[in-house]
């Protein structure tokens, strides 16, 4: 390195963000995840006594998955080379691999490799890399905001041990505020920077759990505050609400926090909750999910949960869908609130939903190949002959327009799929039958 590479390195760190700052070195000095980096635990041993094998990251964004292999970097005595899966391709792969094989020869040191984005990398550049890690040439450190098991393949999931990082708590954002604040070298001490226990409660709150977005706010917070009278820059309530305007949602449309809120979403309506319904509804408009998504979902579980219990629920959803696509966003949220509210509070069934399931596994397992003649059309020449439709009873020729008939096939005569319940509109269909049972064994 010559000297102005050296200048530009040191300009460099200068310059980076507060966040990148002061991310921690050692163990000692990182903050949260006790389940998984506290004392004794097996990553804590396994950094400490140099002894890592493959690992993963895996969790939501500013929660310590590149600070925990900054950590590795500083602690272990192997090489550590890094590289983002975003821009790294099989040739990198292959040159990394070379030279941490040539190292393996010439001094017997070990290559860790980091892969920030790990989920990034296509099955071919996942299998050039599986043969390294399998001969225990590289030990690989992957980091990803996806779920590793359908992201990453197999072979590599076996060689690694999985760690979760979750989101950080308000008094691990608390915490890290307060050392950013302090650390007069790497942090923000030298502005003489004072937190009031507002916007600290303020900051550790709407950062929901990622350190980056609450360490960017303080930041944007001292450098464009000025000093008061007493040479002192305060972040205060006020201050801290212009930094961050809107809280930090985490959903990402392709990932895992995408299928927990819409099955968290449909669950509360079917477990007729509307205002928890109506909270993750207004969660997913505000993260910017698509709200012919969402409609879709709706009319699901109109059918599916509520039902014959009350089958205007299903106009009510399909009306919300359609509103939404005529009258556009933000107005569409107001159809899809009433659309949640309404089958949240329905009364529920699943009885016409598991009915066609029923015959749905009867269709697939059981050969049926007949349907009784006197159901079968007969209005094309030479089908009356077969004797179709002969024998047939029409129902409105009955009284109360009813008429016992087998309607199913022989082999499944005695079947029953739907069986109606005592809730809501089901109680009058239920009372219906009974009363045509009755009618009819008189």
Same mark, same amino acid.
Do not use: W
């Given at each position: 390195?010559?000297?102005?590479?050296?200048?530009?390195?040191?300009?460099?760190?200068?310059?980076?963000?507060?966040?990148?700052?002061?991310?921690?070195?050692?163990?000692?000095?990182?903050?949260?995840?006790?389940?998984?980096?506290?004392?004794?635990?097996?990553?804590?041993?396994?950094?400490?006594?140099?002894?890592?094998?493959?690992?993963?990251?895996?969790?939501?964004?500013?929660?310590?998955?590149?600070?925990?292999?900054?950590?590795?970097?500083?602690?272990? +005595?192997?090489? #550590?080379?890094?590289?983002?899966? $975003?821009?790294?391709? &099989? !040739?990198? %792969?292959?040159?990394? *691999? =070379?030279?941490?094989?040539?190292?393996?020869?010439?001094?017997?040191?070990?290559?860790?490799?980091?892969?920030?984005?790990?989920?990034?990398?296509?099955?071919?550049?996942?299998?050039?890399?599986?043969?390294?890690?399998?001969?225990?040439?590289?030990?690989?450190?992957?980091?990803?905001?996806?779920?590793?098991?359908?992201?990453?393949?197999?072979?590599?999931?076996?060689? +690694?041990?999985? #760690?979760?990082?979750?989101?950080? $708590?308000?008094?691990? &954002? !608390?915490? %890290?505020?307060?050392? *950013? =604040?302090?650390?007069?070298?790497?942090?923000?001490?030298?502005?003489?920077?004072?937190?009031?226990?507002?916007?600290?409660?303020?900051?550790?709150?709407?950062?929901?759990?990622?350190?980056?977005?609450?360490?960017?706010?303080?930041?944007?917070?001292?450098?464009?505050?000025?000093?008061?009278?007493?040479?002192?820059?305060?972040?205060?309530?006020?201050?801290?609400?212009?930094?961050?305007?809107?809280?930090?949602?985490?959903?990402?449309?392709?990932?895992?926090?995408?299928?927990?809120?819409?099955? =968290?979403?449909?669950?509360?309506?079917?477990?007729?909750?509307?205002?928890?319904?109506?909270?993750?509804?207004?969660?997913?408009?505000?993260?910017?999910?698509?709200?012919?998504?969402?409609?879709?979902?709706?009319?699901?579980?109109?059918?599916?949960?509520?039902?014959?219990?009350?089958?205007?629920?299903?106009?009510?959803?399909?009306?919300?869908?359609?509103?939404?696509?005529?009258?556009?966003?933000?107005?569409?949220?107001?159809?899809?609130?009433?659309?949640?509210?309404?089958?949240?509070?329905?009364?529920?069934?699943?009885?016409?939903?598991?009915?066609?399931?029923?015959?749905?596994?009867?269709?697939?397992?059981?050969?049926?190949?007949?349907?009784?003649?006197?159901?079968?059309?007969?209005?094309?020449?030479?089908?009356?002959?077969?004797?179709?439709?002969?024998?047939?009873?029409?129902?409105?020729?009955?009284?109360?327009?009813?008429?016992?008939?087998?309607?199913?096939?022989?082999?499944?005569?005695?079947?029953?799929?739907?069986?109606?319940?005592?809730?809501?509109?089901?109680?009058?269909?239920?009372?219906?039958?009974?009363?045509?049972?009755?009618?009819?064994?008189?």
């Amino acid at each position: 390195m010559d000297l102005f590479e050296y200048q530009a390195e040191k300009a460099v760190k200068y310059e980076a963000p507060l966040a990148a700052r002061i991310r921690p070195v050692s163990l000692e000095e990182f903050v949260g995840q006790e389940d998984i980096v506290g004392e004794g635990k097996l990553l804590y041993r396994a950094i400490k006594a140099d002894k890592l094998s493959s690992v993963i990251f895996y969790g939501p964004p500013g929660t310590g998955k590149t600070t925990l292999a900054k950590i590795i970097a500083n602690t272990t +005595s192997s090489r #550590f080379e890094q590289i983002n899966a $975003t821009t790294a391709g &099989i !040739k990198d %792969i292959k040159d990394t *691999a =070379a030279r941490a094989r040539r190292y393996l020869g010439l001094d017997g040191k070990k290559t860790i490799l980091f892969i920030d984005e790990i989920h990034r990398f296509n099955k071919s550049q996942q299998d050039a890399l599986l043969p390294h890690v399998e001969e225990g040439v590289i030990v690989l450190v992957g980091a990803t905001t996806e779920n590793p098991y359908f992201e990453v393949n197999r072979a590599l999931l076996s060689r +690694s041990i999985i #760690f979760q990082l979750k989101k950080l $708590t308000g008094n691990n &954002i !608390k915490e %890290i505020l307060k050392r *950013a =604040a302090a650390d007069s070298e790497k942090g923000l001490g030298a502005y003489g920077a004072e937190l009031t226990e507002e916007a600290l409660d303020f900051l550790a709150d709407m950062a929901d759990g990622d350190a980056r977005v609450a360490l960017n706010a303080l930041e944007l917070g001292v450098l464009t505050t000025e000093k008061n009278p007493m040479g002192r820059i305060v972040i205060d309530l006020s201050v801290a609400q212009e930094c961050i305007q809107k809280r930090a949602l985490k959903y990402d449309k392709d990932g895992d926090n995408h299928y927990d809120i819409i099955s =968290a979403f449909i669950k509360s309506m079917r477990g007729s909750d509307p205002n928890a319904a109506v909270y993750y509804l207004a969660r997913m408009l505000e993260s910017g999910e698509d709200p012919k998504f969402i409609a879709r979902r709706i009319v699901i579980c109109a059918s599916e949960d509520v039902g014959m219990a009350d089958p205007r629920a299903l106009c009510v959803a399909v009306a919300a869908a359609r509103a939404v696509e005529f009258v556009g966003m933000p107005e569409g949220r107001i159809p899809l609130s009433e659309a949640v509210c309404y089958v949240a509070s329905a009364p529920k069934s699943n009885a016409s939903y598991m009915a066609v399931e029923m015959a749905a596994e009867d269709v697939r397992n059981k050969d049926i190949m007949t349907i009784p003649p006197y159901l079968k059309d007969a209005n094309y020449s030479g089908h009356k002959e077969l004797g179709n439709g002969i024998g047939y009873k029409y129902a409105h020729d009955y009284e109360n327009h009813y008429v016992e008939q087998q309607y199913l096939p022989d082999e499944l005569k005695d079947a029953v799929y739907y069986e109606p319940t005592e809730n809501g509109y089901e109680k009058q269909v239920r009372a219906y039958f009974d009363f045509i049972k009755q009618k009819t064994n008189k």
